[in-house]
């Protein structure tokens, strides 16, 4: 069985913050279209690394900087990565949600911590807390994914991460763990270490979403596009400036205006475009498109067809 300490098992999980932090971070300044949602995943990954470091420096920070305020940044870090998802899918935000869920985990927390010394118990209320708020995360994605979006990556890793919590809240529960010192719950170091590398695999998860995402908003773009190019009188092309003027795209207008199937045309297939226009026209035509080209104007001009 792996022997780690549970100061070990913290550091570990700091740095796959960190790593997630700075790959994020690379993610963030490369893409061109900077949205605010990117920032809370920033900020997820940001404060679950700082609230961990606090909690393995605990004993030059005191009690309420390791305990409360370390627990608290590791709690808005997890609702730093419920409203980037919900930005993300431009969803309204149920602020009184987050309200009502951080005020109830800060209140037994402190119960915990100033009346009642009690660490098992503030490792149980810590993971019902981010399951409740991860719970919440994975409900609303899989309401708007399918079984064929990338998303679902992303849902799989919130159910894991979930799950690995769940586990540790029962593994605590059979160890029967009573120390009042977490850190020296060195039977518990395993599941942090676990449940930190599940957290890192929210990257893949994010930029999965993001993809597919980008992917809709580009056939969206591409299908008003050809809706537009199609009502547009005549046609539109997109050809090679070569002896034949091989033509690459055609639209639909074309057929209606030529006769001819737009397959039979694009890239010379049965017949050329040249070839559709006039035998007097093919050399004016060609002789004012360079003019114009050379001249880096518009071409307009009249001619001809077949």
Not at 53 to 77: H, K, P, Y
Not at 131 to 145: E, P, T, V
Not at 182 to 199: E, Y
Not at 257 to 270: A, F, M, P, S, W
């Amino acid at each position: 069985m792996i022997d780690i300490s549970m100061q070990a098992s913290l550091l570990l999980y700091s740095l796959f913050f960190l790593i997630g932090f700075v790959f994020m971070s690379v993610y963030y300044f490369l893409i061109e279209n900077r949205d605010k949602e990117y920032f809370y995943f920033l900020l997820f990954f940001l404060l679950s690394s700082l609230g961990s470091l606090m909690i393995v420096f605990r004993a030059n920070l005191g009690v309420f900087l390791s305990i409360i305020v370390a627990n608290s940044l590791l709690i808005f870090a997890n609702i730093s990565l419920d409203i980037g998802i919900k930005r993300l899918y431009k969803s309204p935000l149920h602020l009184q949600f987050y309200v009502i869920i951080y005020s109830i985990f800060l209140l037994l927390f402190l119960y915990f911590t100033y009346v009642d010394f009690n660490a098992v118990l503030r490792v149980y209320l810590y993971n019902l807390t981010v399951i409740g708020i991860l719970g919440y995360a994975l409900i609303f994605i899989m309401k708007r994914s399918n079984s064929k979006s990338p998303s679902e990556l992303m849902s799989i890793t919130l159910g894991f991460i979930i799950v690995a919590m769940l586990i540790r809240i029962i593994l605590l529960m059979v160890l029967k763990e009573n120390s009042t010192e977490f850190l020296s719950f060195s039977r518990d170091a395993l599941s942090i270490v676990v449940v930190g590398v599940a957290n890192l695999l929210i990257v893949a998860g994010l930029l999965s979403i993001v993809g597919n995402m980008r992917s809709q908003a580009l056939s969206e773009s591409e299908r008003s596009k050809t809706s537009l190019i199609s009502n547009l009188p005549g046609f539109v092309y997109r050809c090679l400036n070569d002896e034949n003027w091989t033509m690459k795209y055609l639209s639909s207008g074309f057929t209606v205006l030529t006769g001819y199937e737009r397959k039979q045309v694009i890239d010379n297939n049965k017949i050329s475009y040249n070839d559709i226009i006039v035998k007097d026209f093919q050399d004016i035509v060609k002789l004012d498109y360079n003019k114009a080209l050379t001249a880096n104007r518009r071409y307009a001009g009249e001619y001809q067809i077949m």
